[in-house]
């Protein structure tokens, strides 16, 4: 048995550039849509000369993209993946020590910031041109049935099983499988 490894502290010099695939869908992403038309949008909506200093607009809608394109339907979720996934770091220029954006800022973007525009609508329209015109979006048509069923469910008309606790069950089962080759092969139980 070779020996139990434990580089947790080991410090190596990598790039994040290294460590993200060549073929990884967040690299055909970057490669194909120019964000840079975001910061032109939003200008606007940012001080110049008051305030903290803000968190640049592409990376808070790069990171709203991230959550859409991979299903992250929380904020908060979003920001801890994005902590831990090279690859979203890489997407949004973080290096793996830079601190990720607060869940709180993005909802504060999202929310308040612009409220009553149709900033969202005009960036999302710009990235599906650009999509469009890259080929990376089909022109079909998607078709969904949204009729209604109720369900054929009794809440007072179930019965109640014992479960084996999962850890014990499959453990039980490991041992009857060896018990059975043991017996297969002509050995003591």
């Known amino acids: 048995m070779g020996a139990l490894k434990n580089h947790r502290d080991e410090q190596v010099m990598v790039s994040v550039e290294a460590l993200v695939p060549q073929d990884h869908f967040l690299r055909a992403i970057e490669a194909t849509i120019d964000f840079t038309f975001i910061e032109e949008k939003l200008t606007p909506y940012y001080c110049e000369d008051n305030g903290r200093p803000s968190i640049h607009p592409i990376t808070l809608f790069k990171m709203m993209f991230i959550g859409y394109f991979y299903g992250i339907r929380s904020e908060r979720q ?96 490991l041992e009857a499988a060896v018990n059975e080759d043991r017996l297969a092969h002509g050995k003591k139980n």
């Open 78 to 173: 979003l920001a801890k993946d994005i902590q831990t996934n090279v690859a979203y770091r890489w997407f949004l220029g973080l290096s793996l020590t830079d601190k990720v954006p607060h869940h709180s800022t993005i909802s504060f973007n999202r929310r308040t910031r612009f409220l009553h525009t149709t900033i969202f609508e005009e960036i999302f329209d710009e990235i599906v041109r650009q999509a469009i015109e890259h080929r990376m979006v089909g022109g079909r048509a998607l078709m969904t049935d949204s009729t209604h069923i109720k369900a054929n469910a009794n809440k007072h008309k179930y019965e109640k099983q014992p479960k084996k606790p999962r850890p014990q069950a499959y453990l039980d089962e």
